[in-house]
């Protein structure tokens, strides 16, 4: 199996936004905010991590890049960097449930940390849920340190009229 990481292309958008929205079920913020509140504002979370990935691409179209296994994408990773500060961000990961376990995360993230490193930069930084056992077990295994633990609220906004 040959895998090659390539810079994503504007043609690969619509099947890497189908990769990650599949792949984030069970490890998305905004699947949280709605199991607490419900659907709100028509929209729901898988729409929310499409709009996601659309932004990555807006900002820095040139971070992001896509696994492909014999033409086809199965899986992307989106990153942007702040170069005045030096640090480069990896916002989102996914992999294709089919193509998992075999290394094509690591290929991923490695393939970011090597582009930040070409970008001249000093750190980089990627988060994950405290119960996302792949996410916490892969970045550590790539050279990621933990520094910090967040807890994210949400509260409904009931109309006043
Ligand atoms: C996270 C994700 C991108 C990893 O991609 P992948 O190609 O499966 O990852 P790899 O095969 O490169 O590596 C997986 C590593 O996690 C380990 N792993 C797999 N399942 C695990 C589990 N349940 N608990 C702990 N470690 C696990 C593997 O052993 C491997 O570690 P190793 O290289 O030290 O042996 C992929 O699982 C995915 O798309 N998940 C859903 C979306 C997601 O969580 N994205 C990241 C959000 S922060």
Do not use: C
């Amino acid at each position: 199996m040959v895998v090659r990481i390539r810079p994503t292309e504007p043609r690969d958008l619509d099947r890497f936004r189908e990769i990650t929205i599949a792949a984030f079920e069970g490890v998305s913020i905004d699947q949280r905010v709605e199991e607490a509140f419900g659907a709100f504002h028509g929209h729901d979370w898988r729409w929310r991590k499409g709009q996601a990935i659309r932004a990555d691409w807006e900002r820095e179209p040139s971070g992001i890049f896509v696994a492909e296994i014999d033409g086809e994408v199965v899986g992307g990773i989106t990153t942007w960097h702040d170069a005045e500060a030096g640090i480069g961000f990896i916002p989102n990961l996914a992999i294709d449930a089919n193509r998992r376990g075999e290394g094509i995360g690591r290929k991923l993230i490695e393939h970011a940390v090597d582009h930040f490193r070409q970008l001249g930069l000093s750190v980089a930084r990627i988060e994950t849920l405290a119960h996302n056992e792949v996410g916490n077990h892969l970045y550590r295994a790539v050279g990621f340190e933990e520094v910090a633990r967040q807890v994210h609220f949400a509260m409904r906004l009931e109309r006043t009229s």
